[in-house]
């Protein structure tokens, strides 16, 4: 009976799998097709300023299921427990308002600051030619959902671990792609404030939350020479979140003291 409520849980994460089944489709066909067809397919379905400011608007789009990022089993299964952890929690519709409003939301406001850049004469014009195709901007903003989703008193080690994290990931690897995530992890954490209460925190949904984690730091912090300064600021990012989190209820305590307090007569 256990393994037949698997199977129907499962079952429920429509958009988990059927994205999945999508990505795997398109990677493996794009392999078959040979380097060249795959080169042509991430210069086609990129999102750079090249193809946006030509009206190839579809790519805000298109670009997520084109992915640029090695061989697949070595990221699709952190991916899909992400998702497949957000999806469990809030549902199928919450989890691509998630995803999309990072993946698009993000890709727009690096765009516009790398517009701003080119016309400043701060950076290249080679730039807009750049390749920028994956899941990783709708990915981040999904796992800024579910640090606004953990129980309330590990949340805000939670998000300011991340943010660290986020912050770090900007600092040392200095490119847009990292500006991109850091945005799509703040877009996430904004969105997920109007999803309402998450499910129960079973042991399945943690061990999930443990893969995700893990994955996620991963992408943020993409280079071996990052994890360090990612690690630190992480910790530093939660035990700040914490002390503020300390200090702002003992503020709020004092203050109903007072307020409640029997007057001198």
């Given at each position: 009976?256990?393994?037949?409520?698997?199977?129907r849980?499962l079952g429920r994460?429509?958009?988990?799998?059927?994205y999945?089944?999508?990505l795997?489709?398109?990677?493996?066909?794009?392999?078959?097709?040979?380097?060249?067809a795959?080169?042509?397919?991430?210069?086609?379905?990129?999102?750079?300023?090249h193809?946006?400011?030509?009206?190839h608007?579809?790519?805000?789009?298109?670009?997520?299921?084109v992915?640029?990022?090695g061989?697949?089993?070595l990221?699709?299964p952190?991916?899909?427990?992400?998702?497949?952890?957000g999806?469990s929690i809030?549902?199928?519709?919450q989890l691509?308002?998630?995803?999309?409003?990072g993946?698009?939301g993000?890709t727009?406001?690096?765009?516009i600051?790398?517009?701003t850049?080119?016309?400043?004469?701060?950076?290249s014009?080679d730039?807009?030619?750049?390749?920028?195709?994956g899941?990783s901007?709708?990915?981040?903003?999904?796992?800024?959902?579910?640090?606004?989703?953990v129980?309330?008193?590990?949340?805000a080690a939670?998000i300011g671990?991340w943010l660290?994290?986020?912050?770090a990931?900007?600092?040392?690897?200095?490119?847009?792609?990292?500006?991109?995530?850091?945005?799509?992890?703040?877009?996430?954490?904004?969105?997920a404030?109007?999803?309402?209460?998450?499910?129960?925190?079973?042991?399945w949904r943690?061990?999930?939350?443990g893969?995700?984690?893990?994955?996620?730091?991963?992408?943020?912090?993409?280079?071996?020479?990052?994890m360090?300064?990612?690690?630190?600021?992480?910790?530093t990012?939660?035990?700040?979140?914490?002390a503020?989190t300390?200090?702002?209820?003992?503020?709020?305590?004092?203050?109903?003291?007072?307020?409640?307090?029997?007057?001198?007569?």
């Open positions: 009976m256990s393994g037949w409520r698997r199977l849980s994460l429509r958009a988990t799998l059927l999945g089944t999508i795997v489709a398109v990677t493996s066909a794009l392999v078959a097709l040979g380097p060249q795959q080169a042509r397919a991430v210069e086609r379905a990129s999102t750079n300023l193809n946006l400011s030509h009206g608007v579809g790519t805000l789009l298109g670009s997520a299921f992915v640029d990022a061989p697949i089993a990221w699709l952190g991916l899909l427990c992400l998702l497949g952890l999806e809030w549902g199928s519709k691509i308002y998630a995803f999309v409003t993946h698009v993000a727009l406001l690096v765009a600051g790398l517009t850049a080119v016309q400043s004469g701060w950076t014009a730039i807009t030619r750049a390749t920028d195709v899941t901007y709708g990915a981040t903003a999904v796992l800024g959902a579910l640090a606004v989703a129980p309330g008193r590990w949340r939670v671990a660290g994290v986020g912050v990931a900007v600092a040392v690897g200095r490119d847009f792609t990292d500006v991109g995530h850091g945005l799509a992890l703040l877009l996430g954490m904004a969105v404030t109007r999803f309402g209460a998450p499910g129960a925190w079973t042991g943690l061990v999930l939350l893969v995700a984690s893990w994955f996620g730091f991963l992408m943020l912090a993409g280079t071996v020479e990052a360090a300064a990612a690690a630190a600021c992480g910790a990012g939660a035990v700040v979140a914490c503020l300390a200090a702002r209820r003992a503020h709020l305590g004092a203050s109903h003291d007072r307020c409640g307090a029997t007057p001198r007569v």
